[in-house]
Every structure is written in C-alpha cells, then in structure tokens.
C-alpha cells in the first residue's frame, strides 16, 4: 500500500486521484457548511450574502485553494518544509507553515466541542427515539414548571377554550395581549353610539385605528348582511378568538421547549458532558490520524462521505415536501439589499477561508501526498464546487424546517443546537427519526474536518521532526484536547445562550473561533496568495499548470496576484480599524 510506512518517518501518499479528492472535500465539508454557512446566512437575510460568498469563494477561495495544493504538491512537504524546499534554502516564508500549524491546533480545540455536542445530541435522539416522546416529555416535566405530554396539552388547550366563554376572561386576556386592539374596539364603541368620550383623534395610533376598525366592520356588515351593532360584536369575537389562538400557541412553544430540554438535556451549558464528548470525538480522530495517510484519512473519507452525502439527501428531500420549502428557497436565493449587515461582507470572505479549509496549509498537506500529476485546475473546481452545493443543501434542509415549525432564521449558532431541536420536538416520534439522520450527519461531516486539522499539525511531527505517526497523532491529539478544554467550559451555567445572543466574543471558544477564522487564516491566505502569486520560482509554477489552458493560468495569476489579495487587505485592514466598510457602503 501507499503508506506502508506511514508509522515511520517516510511520507504518506493517497491511494488514488478520488481518494484525494474525497478526503480534500472532506476537509472542507464541515461544521462550516452545515452549523456555520446556514446561521450566518440566516444572521444576514438569506440571498444577496450568499451571492456574495459565491462571489469571494469564485474570486478568492478558488485561486487561493489551486495555490496551496500547487505548493503542496510541487513541494511535497507539509507547510513549514514546503517553503524552504521550494525556495531551495532557508527563508522567512517558512512563517507562512508555523501560522499553519498554530491555527489548526487552535481550530481543532474548539471545534471538537462543537462536533462533541452534535455526538451528543445525535446518542440522545437514538435513545428517545424508541421511547415515546410523551413518556419523556412527561417523566422530565417534573423538573419543568409546566405540563408537557400531548395528553396534558390537548387538556390544557380545551380548558383554555372552557375558560374563554368566561366574558371577564376573555376581556382580560384581550387586553394584556392586544391592548391596542381592545382600545380600539372600546372607541368604536364609543364611536357607534355617538358618545365619544375622549378625544381619540388626539391619539395618532388610535386615530389611525379606528377608521381601519370603521372600514373593516362596514365590510363585514355588508358582506355578511348583519347590522353594524351586530358585525361588531361578530368582529370582536373573531379577534378573540384570534386572541386565544394566540394563547395557545404560546402554551405549545413553552411545552416544546420542555420537550426538547426533556430530549436533549443540558450539554452545551454543561461543561463536563461538552468535554466528555470533546474528548470521544478526539479519540475518533486520533485512531483515523493514526491510521495514515491512505488506510486511514482515505479509508475514513470514503465511507464517510458517500454516507453523509445520502443523509443530507434525505433531509433535503424532506423538506421539499415541507410547507416552509418555497419560503426557504426564495430566503436563500432571492437577493434583498435591505437585510445585509455591512459587516455581512466582512463574514462572507473570512468564512470562504473556513468553509475551504485554507489560509493554513491544509489544503497545501493534503496536496503534498499527491503522487501522481492530476488537473490540478479540475480537481481545485471540484473540491470548491463539492463544498458549495453542500453549504446550500444544507441549507434548503435546515431552512424549510425551520421555516415550516415556526423557527426564526436569524437564531444565530443556536440555529442547529437549539432552533432545530424545538422543530424535531414539534414533529413527534418522526421528528427524532429526522434528528437522528441530522445529528449524525453533522458529526461525519466534522470528522473528515477534524482529521485534516490534525494531520496538519502532525505531518510537521513525522515529516521535520521524525516522529513515528502513532505517536505524533496521539500527543498532539492530547494536547489539543487540553487546550480545548476551556472552550467546552465556556458555555458552562447558561453563558451559552448570553454570548450568542449578544454576538459577542467574551469567552474563550468564541475568542478562538474569532482568533482563528478572523486573522489566522485571511493572514495565512494572503500570505500563500502572494507567495504563489509572485515569490513562487515561475519554473516551478509553471510544471504544476501544465496541463490548464494559458487563457485560465492567466485568469489564475489574475486572481492569485491582485484580486484575491487587494479583497483580504479590505478586509483586515476594516478589523484593524484603518478602514470602514461600513462608511464606504454608506
Ligand atoms: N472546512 C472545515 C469546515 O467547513 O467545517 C473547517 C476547517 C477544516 C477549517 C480544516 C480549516 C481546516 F484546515
């Protein structure tokens, strides 16, 4: 086999032109794709954001990812050996492979907290999946203040309805829910028997109602051939009942949410079930790392993907078959300038990095145990391609869903945690099906990324320092567990939903997350952009795109040499604070 020798300190190779391609997409389909790409699409309004992250993953991601893969594979070296072979001696560059390694490390801390909940929460829809979801709901609802099996609902519902022919009630709810509407009807009252008794013109609002109230009751005397007397009092019962609805609906939200706190229970806002299954996922990664290059990341990427592929298929057919699909594609696809956060453009390109898996060497790694010769312009599009139709599948699975069970789209990283659980608890004994199929997904998609972060900063072990593989792959495993502790701590007693909710990075997961997707990796991919663009020997560049067309080699040295690098000036000099995009887009 290629990697015979993978446990000592010779290189690695893949098996075949697929098993690259398979384990490069694996890379990059990720929690990027399926947790991240859809909460901050859902954050900025949907369409002209994901135009625009097509956009920079055309103009940016895509030059950028051939540029690691060229040095990786011309070089064949990890990235801090891949400079200096290249340059044929010493050289700064080699900077560029250290940034590398230090940000896999970083992103491989906390994003195995992120997978380790998707673990989690995929055992715990195994589990309550063979058990009605009633009998769940019921034996945790003790600790809830609020009934909460669909018998108790269903009772609860019918002696709201009881309630409501209670006038007194009625007219108490009416006024705590719509207090507007009450005023209104009360002056129309007023109005109909031509004693006004305030002066309610002075109101703008009450002004503005009542003629509304006027012509609708008109409307309804008329069509429906009452006396006015009467279509009012009809009018007023219709909006009570509308009142009650309202009610209960409330009621239902708060007895889901007990369900899915039954279901789930608690697992990012505790910190040692997050670091448990930190430390699980970890594991897993480790062995596949420890596997080698071919019979462990390919083998690995070979099962999984297919499988993942499949899974998200089934989603996405399920939610075309959703009432909600028509809302969540003309979200996704329609473009409305209104709804974008200047900021939204800033994200768009710092996640094309993420969702890429570049500005690290990963790409430039995983290019480096390429043997043989392969398009290089080919295979670079099917990689980018792969990951982009999986960011919008995942997409049009979690948006119809949501949209179709009330969910909001803006809910921020708790998209996937916790708006996708409260549509789960709503569907039933068939929703936990569907979380299954989700969760699990979710954690093969983070597996075939986790490995490739690791065997970054492993590759450096094996290749400059002669580490055995198993030995590498196990101590930098552990340490990085280590260090990613305090990222599943982070979240502990609630902190969660405070810190996403404020959308600010305070903690120490969010201040990685940010550390890394906001500088390390734009930084690491100017720096490879500019390195390939211009530092590259032209002899060497010119071997490795042999076979594309002069026409896209010169749109590539186009895109590598100013583009791509002029867009990450923008935006890291906006985060330095030299520049405003904000003023700019006025
Ligand atoms: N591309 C992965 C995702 O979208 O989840 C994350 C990632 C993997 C980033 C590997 C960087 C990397 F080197």
Not at 25 to 32: D, I, K, M, N, Q
Not at 57 to 75: D, H, N, Q, T, Y
Not at 395 to 421: D, R
Request: glycine fraction near 8%; charge should be neutral; proline fraction near 4%.
């Amino acid at each position: 086999m290629s990697d015979e020798n993978d446990t000592t300190s010779s290189r690695g190779h893949w098996g075949s032109r697929w098993g690259f391609i398979l384990a490069a997409a694996g890379s990059a389909v990720g929690l990027g794709n399926i947790w991240k790409f859809p909460y901050i699409t859902g954050e900025n309004g949907g369409g002209l954001f994901v135009l625009i992250y097509l956009a920079c993953i055309a103009f940016v991601g895509l030059p950028i990812m051939l540029a690691e893969i060229m040095i990786g594979r011309s070089a064949q070296k990890q990235p801090v050996g891949a400079f200096r072979k290249l340059q044929g001696k010493d050289t700064p560059w080699t900077v560029v492979g250290w940034f590398g390694i230090v940000a896999g490390f970083i992103i491989l801390s906390y994003y195995i907290v992120v997978a380790g909940w998707s673990m989690d929460f995929a055992l715990k829809s195994v589990l309550n999946f063979t058990e009605p979801v009633e009998k769940v709901a019921t034996i945790e609802a003790k600790s809830f203040r609020s009934t909460s099996s669909d018998d108790q609902l269903r009772s609860y519902l019918a002696e709201i309805r009881a309630k409501h022919q209670s006038r007194q009630e009625i007219e108490s709810i009416h006024r705590s829910v719509k207090p507007s509407v009450w005023e209104m009807h009360s002056i129309w009252q007023e109005v109909l028997k031509k004693q006004p008794t305030r002066s309610f013109s002075e109101d703008p609002q009450l002004a503005e109602a009542v003629p509304l109230a006027q012509s609708k009751i008109a409307e309804k005397a008329r069509v429906e051939k009452r006396s006015l007397a009467d279509a009012l009092t009809h009018y007023q019962q219709m909006d009570i009942q509308e009142v009650s609805d309202e009610a209960e609906a409330a009621k239902r939200r708060e007895i889901i949410a007990a369900k899915v706190g039954a279901i789930f229970g608690a697992t990012a806002s505790d910190g040692w079930t997050s670091s448990f299954w930190a430390t699980l996922f970890m594991a897993i990664t480790i062995i596949i790392v420890a596997g080698g290059v071919s019979r462990g990341i390919e083998r690995a990427c070979k099962i999984l993907m297919p499988l993942l592929i499949a899974l998200i298929l089934v989603m996405v057919v399920y939610g075309v078959f959703q009432p909600g699909f028509e809302e969540a594609v003309r979200f996704v696809f329609e473009p409305d300038a209104s709804k974008l956060r200047p900021s939204g453009v800033l994200e768009a390109l710092g996640h094309a990095f993420f969702t890429l898996s570049l500005g690290m060497g990963c790409m430039l790694t995983y290019g480096s145990y390429q043997k043989t010769k392969m398009g290089l312009g080919k295979t670079t599009l099917m990689i980018a391609l792969f990951d982009t139709v999986i960011a919008l599948l995942a997409c049009m699975m979690i948006f119809p869903i949501i949209f179709s069970y009330g969910q909001e789209p803006s809910a921020g990283p708790g998209l996937v945690f916790i708006s996708m659980p409260l549509a789960f608890a709503e569907m039933g004994a068939g929703g936990l099906l569907l979380a299954i199929i989700f969760f699990v997904l979710l954690v093969f998609a983070a597996l075939t990324s986790a490995v490739s972060l690791l065997e970054v900063v492993c590759s450096y072990l094996i290749d400059e320092q002669g580490w055995p593989r198993k030995k590498a792959a196990v101590t930098v495993g552990l340490a990085c567990l280590a260090f990613g502790l305090p990222s599943a701590f982070a979240m502990d007693s609630g902190f969660l939903l405070e810190s996403w909710e404020s959308g600010y990075s305070k903690n120490f997961f969010d201040t990685m997350d940010h550390l890394a997707s906001n500088w390390l990796l734009p930084l690491g991919g100017l720096l490879i952009a500019i390195y390939a663009g211009w530092v590259m020997p032209a002899r060497l560049r010119a071997a490795e795109v042999e076979d594309m067309s002069p026409l896209l080699v010169s749109g590539w040295l186009l895109l590598i040499r100013f583009v791509a690098p002029a867009l990450v000036l923008v935006v890291l000099a906006q985060k330095i604070g030299i520049l405003d995009i904000n003023e700019l887009l006025g």
